[in-house]
């Protein structure tokens, strides 16, 4: 019976980022709070989907993806777990002792998506639910960490990097393809225009825009949209002179 979850199915493919995800699966087997750290648009969301979605087998009672972005009062974490897992206000108990309650038994991964917000009240949840639910694993993620060290729910801040980039020197083409970066902006490039190619007349401006961004995803899949009116040597023209 497959395991119930709320993760979306994504519109695009996940590239790359293999190392990552083992990375972070294996620290969170040793970790019970991990949160992925980085700045905006540098993949904390999709690379915490595809470890989840990889982790599907190991929580039978559900990986649930808890999406807070949209979210101001610091109220709101605990109403939208409970929410999302139809869990309601007892008379005489809060919240999150319902939620604790109901959590206490199951073999659950959450995914607190966009933290950075409401970094205090995220803390505070996911300290009282991993205090008295055993089985219970969260996979955050946040500009910074949450700043959880007690011995029961010491959290594991793991940065996320840039993706892959070549070196400054030349090399052959089929090596320079290789690399995450080029291979998220040539995929993005060629939904946006199927006539595009990665080839020896574009490589080096591929490899130098995609430097240029510092191998930030969102970056790079912003710059690649913009090959449907204009040349990558003109993407860098441009982003010349924005800087």
């Known amino acids: 019976?497959?395991?119930?979850?709320?993760?979306?199915?994504?519109?695009?493919?996940?590239?790359?980022?293999?190392r990552e995800v083992a990375e972070v699966r294996e620290r969170l087997e040793a970790c019970r709070l991990l949160t992925l750290t980085g700045a905006g648009g540098s993949g904390k969301t999709r690379l915490a989907l595809a470890v989840a979605s990889s982790l599907l087998d190991s929580y039978p009672d559900g990986v649930w993806l808890v999406e807070l972005a949209d979210f101001s009062d610091p109220s709101l974490p605990a109403q939208a777990v409970a929410s999302l897992l139809d869990v309601r206000e007892a008379p005489g108990r809060?919240?999150?002792?319902?939620?604790?309650?109901?959590?206490?038994p199951l073999h659950v991964l959450l995914v607190l998506d966009n933290c950075e917000h409401m970094v205090e009240s995220c803390a505070l949840l996911a300290d009282r639910l991993l205090a008295e639910c055993p089985h219970l694993r969260i996979l955050a993620t946040s500009r910074h960490a949450l700043g959880i060290s007690e011995a029961g729910a010491a959290e594991f801040a793991w940065h996320v990097p840039?993706?892959?980039?070549?070196?400054?020197?030349?090399?052959?083409?089929?090596?320079l393809a290789g690399y995450e970066a080029i291979k998220l902006?040539?995929?993005r490039a060629a939904s946006v225009r199927p006539d595009f190619a990665f080839t020896e007349d574009n490589a080096s401006a591929v490899a130098l825009l995609c430097s240029r961004l510092d191998g930030i995803p969102l970056a790079i899949e912003l710059a690649a949209a913009r090959v449907k009116v204009l040349s990558v040597g003109q993407i860098v023209e441009r982003l010349d002179e924005r800087f």
């Not at 019976?1 to 293999?18: D, K």
């Not at 809060?94 to 206490?104: F, G």
């Not at 980039?165 to 090596?175: G, R, Y």
């Open 185 to 187: 902006f040539v995929e």
């Open 94 to 104: 809060t919240l999150a002792d319902t939620l604790a309650a109901a959590l206490q």
């Open 1 to 18: 019976m497959p395991t119930p979850n709320n993760l979306p199915q994504l519109l695009t493919s996940f590239i790359g980022r293999e």
């Open 162 to 175: 840039s993706m892959s980039l070549p070196p400054a020197s030349l090399m052959p083409l089929d090596e």
